[in-house]
């Protein structure tokens, strides 16, 4: 209890330190936002595993001490450090963020088509401030508690903590009919200080009624210090348009990952997300997506990974508001050695959403005897017309498979890779973009060839 007072008492300090520099402080509205944010970080503290929503992510290793919060870097990081995990051979418009500050050193924009924003939120909040504020005002969470009748905020700490600090991040919009034929590559990286540091990312992505588009966010990180990188994404699919949103979660292993993103559908819109999670030694990908508007449309798919002793938790809902909504949802995850991976996800079917059609699954392998899963798929359905289903497995590698192989020829170590390529390739082979879809195969090889 002590310890939580110290920590909420360093947070007001650094609030009111940092409040007058913080991007829109002169606008009314965010300083009120801002205020309310931090207000209600102290008033709820960090998440606990007592959380129904938080118990399988365990903050207790952030220790007694918040982090320090990071500042604009002026380290040595080149573009060869990091071009590893550029989209090749594909073009695109690059933005590179250096524990949460923009580096356009590092970035490459190019040239965008018209009717494309892609810009800071700094220079959003000083130029046309309006675009942002009505999506700002729905980060706390209270537009679902006015839906559900759930008022209890503390789920939403961590995003109130990143309304209050956050320095800012990408913003991304769309006029009516945009579509630009480059993916939108947004690249975070955590360089950690001596004794760690603390980002609060934030991107905004809003795409106008008609409009395609592809993002992409990577997170990296390296170094030996301990680093809390605390992300919010806020999605806006207007009518008829179409996102195809993917996330590369690979920081240090020395780092805790905590990202939330909340995405809003409106009528006749295509939302398709993936995560792939593989860094951080302690890491949340948290999802909720509304369908807001009829025969919305929801792909949520991710690959969650885990050796060691890391702990990889994945929490989805999504809320079927309106008639003839469809979601699919696959999460997989590979477990080895002493990791512990998690997967929980909600599929709310509400009493309007007739017609609605659900799907979720999540399957697991386990690769050595102490490694873990927890596995809870849930459908909550409040009408009769409906077609949903959901499913959980978990297990090891068939051995009746792998003898079937190794009669082939196929020494042990390879056949466990290939049915574990196979396991995984999956979910990536669906991907319609070519460059993307080598991107997270080769991420995976990667992952594979280290843990072998």
């Known amino acids: 209890m002590l310890a939580a007072k110290r920590h909420n008492d360093v947070y007001v300090q650094r609030f009111d330190n940092i409040r007058k520099r913080l991007p829109g402080a002169d606008l009314g509205w965010v300083s009120r936002l801002r205020s309310e944010a931090i207000k209600r970080f102290v008033d709820c503290g960090y998440p606990t595993v007592n959380l129904e929503e938080w118990k399988y992510t365990n903050l207790s290793s952030m220790g007694d001490q918040p982090f320090p919060m990071a500042g604009p870097s002026v380290n040595g990081i080149d573009v060869k450090d990091i071009e590893a995990f550029f989209l090749d051979p594909a073009p695109c418009h690059r933005m590179v963020f250096v524990n949460g500050f923009f580096r356009q050193d590092l970035s490459d924009i190019g040239v965008l088509p018209e009717g494309l924003r892609l810009t800071t939120l700094e220079q959003m909040l000083t130029e046309q401030p309006e675009l942002v504020e009505e999506h700002w005002v ?43 034929d480059s993916p939108i590559h947004l690249m975070h990286v955590v360089v950690p200080e001596a004794g760690g540091i603390m980002s609060q990312p934030r991107t905004l992505v809003v795409a106008g009624e008609g409009s395609r588009v592809t993002v992409m966010e990577t997170y990296i990180g390296s170094g030996n210090d301990p680093h809390l990188v605390n992300a919010l994404t806020q999605i806006c699919v207007s009518r008829g348009a179409r996102v195809c949103h993917y996330k590369h979660q690979g920081e240090g292993e020395n780092g805790l990952h905590l990202g939330t993103n909340h995405v809003r559908l409106d009528t006749d819109s295509v939302y398709s997300g993936f995560v792939f999670s593989s860094g951080a030694g302690v890491s949340r990908n948290e999802a909720r ?22 702990r990889v938790d994945n929490w989805t809902r999504v809320d079927h508001v309106a008639p003839y909504g469809q979601t699919n949802e696959v999460y997989k995850g590979v477990m080895d050695d002493r990791a512990h991976g998690a997967f929980q996800g909600k599929i709310r079917i509400w009493p309007n959403a007739i017609a609605s059609q659900a799907r979720q699954l999540n399957k697991n392998l386990l690769l050595s005897e102490a490694a873990e899963v927890s596995s809870k798929p849930e459908l909550e359905i409040l009408n009769d017309d409906v077609k949903c289903a959901h499913g959980s497995t978990i297990g090891d590698l068939e051995e009746e498979a792998l003898f079937y ?21 999956e979910v990536i082979e669906r991907f319609a973009d070519v460059p993307i879809r080598n991107h997270f195969k080769q991420l995976f090889s990667q992952w594979l060839r280290q843990a072998s």
């Open 405 to 425: 192989l190794r009669s082939r020829g196929i020494d042990e170590a390879m056949a466990r890779q290939l049915m574990i390529e196979a396991f995984v390739g």
């Open 289 to 310: 997506v509304r369908l807001e508007g009829e025969r919305g449309n929801c792909t949520l798919d991710g690959i969650y990974l885990g050796r060691n002793q890391q």
């Open 138 to 180: 729905h980060s706390l969470g209270d537009y679902e508690d006015r839906l559900s009748g759930e008022q209890d905020p503390k789920p939403f700490s961590m995003v109130a903590l990143n309304t209050a600090l956050s320095p800012g991040g990408p913003v991304l919009y769309l006029d009516r009919g945009v579509a630009p």
